[in-house]
């Protein structure tokens, strides 16, 4: 049978299927992205869902509106707003099936076969693979330890044709754990207004900071109405629960909500308002606080381990928040050899190609996550690693 | 700024946007297709769900696999095969974010620009503009009480250029009411093996018979693996928790569920959980038939009423089963400026003509819902659309 182009050439995501293999209980994984379960505030959640139950189930389980629970959209608006300055006048919020909704509906109302999306190198797989599946021609940009090289940003959009869309995770960046500095930030809001294109900027990880200094969204700085805000109560709520939301320009947000009505109606309405419940009645700041202080041990035990583990056969970035750190094998080696190597030692990481527009590609980094991984998990699997890098060195 | 050409031409639909002004708790709404409320074991789900958060919270809020939580694709699996005879060795079951993510999910893998659409003359408006979403060339083939003429059927099969699917909702479809006899069934089913293209079917209100003979799935009759069976839990649990499946032939399902990996990740875990629960310890077939009973009546109910406001001003076809009624209103008129006039009298009917292929055609039809008025609310507003037929044909 005969498939769409658009779809003939996609493959399933390196890392998902990585996922599943990690199914197996006796895999250590530092593969996935996922939280941690003890920062699912299930207790909370679970309160406020017997409320929905005893007194609100009519409206909980019924149909509701494609741009979503108003109460909740209201609640994300004022946070987004008053907290951090995102969003103005010219916004609309909607609630979307996770983050990664947002990033597919920016995709279908933008991007026409052919035309370009640029994203930083590396970057995060499903994104890279909702482009691939409107047959975009992706372009990665260089990335230093300030984020995506915003020169070479603005000599793409001046040489490549069509260029719709910029792809950015500006704050802890999967995979490379990297932050966009404030300065650069500026700068690609510019860009944006210059040369007349959107900006996704998917921020899932913004809040779990553990060190260095607080940066605004690049949305902040959005004078021209160009940048789509991705935001997700993934990380810091339950990823489970499918939760996300946009602040984007209304013209670009409108089209999005109609392409969003044809592709789930609306988002499971019952988590919807237990997500608004949860920001009027509990404090969330106070939540990601904890969060932050689990996460910031696990993170200062994985460079530890690291350094211990390592020492300076590999070199890695020290990232200042999120889930992922990113380490890079000098010499040219290629890291999908040694991460089947440690895969066979029940070792899961996920090699640097994968990120890549271009999987084909040979990368000499890997990616391993902090959050998931207990801290006896973490000492097994990072010796592990160790002595996987010995004999990948040999 | 300029957006893609498949979204370009893409409207809202009618009917959603119809459900926002309903939103108004003063006017009485045939609209919609809401199930009644009473029809939702929130009670059951409740006790599954304290239980979830209490024990099983770790794997319900954090991130799960594309294809769906595997018990409840057992489950769904079970179901369907032994109960319905619907899928085989050469099909996959996986869970969706409602049935209306199997269509878009369908259309994105199958469809190119330009490419047919053959769909039933009136057919369900989501579906529609999940189509029109991918630039498909819709064409509508005309029904009659025995649902779609499958002769009109093969002739477009025959004529009309890349064909990529055949989109028919055969159970007591939306809007029409119709049920597509079980001659017409096997029909085609043949006819997808012979012309090979695939088939949706969309079976959400499937198991919502009142009278007459059950009629099994075109699915059954699937030998040659041509049929995308669409299944929902919206209208026997809840519309709100969005919980939908598809058993489809493995080679278009393995696309599918690549593309709803870059969609949404994967459906809400929490409710698949849940209704996987709700399917291993109640009784479904027993929920259902309460549901039934409660529906039979309302259908009932609006068909007495409309005897009695319409009289011989209105002809009808009497459903077996679903949630709506068909209405035409004889010597051509404009349905559509009746329901104008009823809206303005605070009574909501969808006109015939948002259910065509091409939306400025004027139909003397309209569609009326009776699962979600109250007798009460039925009775005052079948009168004042009594009245409001009186004052339209003056």
New interface residues.
């Given amino acids: ?7 003939s050439s ?4 390196a890392i ?1 299927e990585i ?2 293999v990690t ?1 197996d209980p006796t895999v250590i994984s530092f593969a ?4 941690a ?1 003890e920062t ?1 505030p ?2 909370e ?2 309160i406020i ?2 409320d929905l ?2 007194n609100r ?10 741009e979503g629970y108003a109460p909740l959209r209201d609640a994300i608006t004022k946070r987004m707003h008053e907290k951090y300055g995102v969003g103005g006048d010219g916004d609309i919020t909607f609630v979307t ?2 983050g ?2 947002v ?2 509906l920016a995709a ?5 076969e052919g ?1 370009t999306v640029l994203c930083e190198a590396p970057s995060f797989v ?1 994104a890279l ?2 482009f ?3 047959k975009a021609n992706l372009v990665g940009i260089p990335m230093d330890a300030e984020g995506v090289d915003v020169d070479r940003l603005e000599q793409a959009l001046k040489t490549e044709k069509n260029v ?1 869309l910029v792809y950015l995770i500006p704050t802890f960046q999967n995979p490379s754990g990297c932050t966009l500095s404030l300065e650069r930030r500026k700068r690609v809001a510019e860009l944006a207004e210059k040369y ?1 294109v ?1 900006v996704i900027e998917d921020n899932p990880y913004f809040d779990l900071r553990y060190s260095g200094e607080y940066v605004p969204p690049i949305k902040c700085f959005d004078k021209a109405g160009r940048i789509i805000y991705a935001g997700s109560f ?1 990380k810091v709520l ?5 939760i996300g939301y946009t602040v984007a320009p209304a ?2 947000a409108n ?1 999005m ?3 969003k ?11 919807q308002m237990l997500v608004g419940d949860y920001l009027m009645k509990y404090d969330l700041d106070q939540h990601i606080a904890q969060i932050c202080d689990i996460y910031k041990k696990k993170c200062n035990l994985m460079i530890e381990l690291a350094e211990k583990n390592f020492g300076d056969r590999v070199s890695f970035i020290r990232p200042d928040g999120g889930l992922f750190m990113w380490f890079t094998i000098p010499g040219g080696r290629n890291s999908f050899d040694f991460c089947k190597m440690a895969s066979a030692k029940k070792v899961a990481a996920v090699p640097g190609n994968s990120f890549s527009v271009d999987e084909s590609e040979i990368s000499s980094s890997f990616r391993l996550n902090f959050s998931l991984a207990t801290p006896e998990q973490m000492q097994k699997g990072m010796a592990i690693l160790g002595e996987t890098l010995t004999e990948f060195l040999k």
């Fill in positions: 049978m005969e498939f769409s182009t658009r779809i996609l493959k399933p995501s998902r996922l599943k199914q996935a992205g996922n939280p379960p699912f299930a207790e959640m679970s869902a017997a139950f005893a189930s009519a409206t909980a389980l019924q149909y509701g509106i494609t099936t996770g990664q909704q990033i597919e279908k109302v933008l991007v026409n035309d499903g693979n909702a691939r599946s409107y719709k007349n959107y993934s339950s990823p489970g629960i499918r013209e670009v089209k909500i109609v392409a009505q044809v592709s789930d109606v609306h988002t499971n309405l019952f988590f």
